[in-house]
């Protein structure tokens, strides 16, 4: 199985900042990589996939690069409505594999 | 736009089956892969498997042995059974669509586009 591994675990940051998430995985999956925000007590919602294509109704302030097994999601100026639980998420293969959040604080 | 909807008990005893249903709306059953997905705060988001409309599965090896998804197109829902659950199985369990036009076996260029709100089942006696 592929480990999906993200860090920061938790993040503090403010209003305007640029904030970097990486996700490493342990083996190369191309760019089958997706991102995803989660609000407490709903569904993750789909930003980015294959690595760096925004989806449809996204902000342009989020974007994501890489590829092989390094990867990161950028928020380029923080909004209050960003603060949230963030994954990563492989489709190169089944099983299917999530990182195991970075959580965005308000500092 | 498709709109999924998870029903099904909130509780289930040790050792019994797990069965959950998901209702689909605006979507056409035979363009997406029909997945389960859950969320615990122990293992955190573990997919679970997929269906598609031909019927062909994929499921997480770590589950395959007590796992069962089903789909039935005349009702426009499918279905996820989990047996002998111990309290490990206590998450909250989401059905989700992915588009099947974006994936090559088990290897799909987009993610997660859709998701139903989710629903917690607790395996306590």
């Known amino acids: 199985d592929i480990q999906m591994t993200q860090s920061p675990s938790s993040l503090s940051a403010s209003v305007g900042d640029r904030v970097t998430i990486t996700c490493r995985a342990s083996?190369?999956?191309?760019?089958?990589l997706n991102w995803y925000q989660q609000k407490p007590g709903t569904a993750p919602k789909v930003l980015i996939y294959?690595?760096?294509s925004l989806q449809s109704g996204v902000p342009s302030r989020f974007s994501g690069s890489g590829s092989g097994t390094d990867f990161t999601l950028t928020i380029s100026s923080l909004q209050p409505e960003d603060f949230a639980t963030y994954y990563c998420?492989?489709?190169?293969?089944?099983?299917?594999?999530f990182g195991q959040g970075t959580k965005l604080e308000i500092k | 736009q498709v709109q999924l909807q998870e029903s099904g008990p909130g509780l289930v005893k040790p050792s019994e089956t797990l069965s959950l249903t998901c209702s689909v709306s605006?979507?056409?059953?035979?363009?997406?892969?029909w997945t389960w997905i859950r969320q615990s705060p122990g293992k955190g988001l573990e997919w679970i498997g997929y269906i598609y409309y031909s019927g062909s599965t994929n499921y997480n090896p770590s589950l395959k042995s007590r796992v069962t998804i089903s789909l039935d197109t005349s009702k426009n829902h499918f279905s996820l059974k989990l047996g002998s659950v111990t309290a490990a199985d206590t998450a909250v369990y989401y059905c989700?669509?992915?588009?099947?036009?974006?994936?090559?076996?088990?290897?799909?260029?987009?993610?997660?586009?859709?998701w139903g709100q989710g629903t917690l089942v607790t395996v306590s006696s």
């Open positions: 989700a669509a992915v588009l099947a036009g974006y994936c090559s076996g088990g290897a799909c260029y987009r993610g997660i586009d859709y």
């Open positions: 083996q190369r999956i191309s760019n089958y």
């Open positions: 998420q492989q489709t190169y293969t089944t099983p299917w594999s």
């Open positions: 294959t690595a760096s």
């Open positions: 605006g979507g056409s059953i035979s363009t997406y892969y």
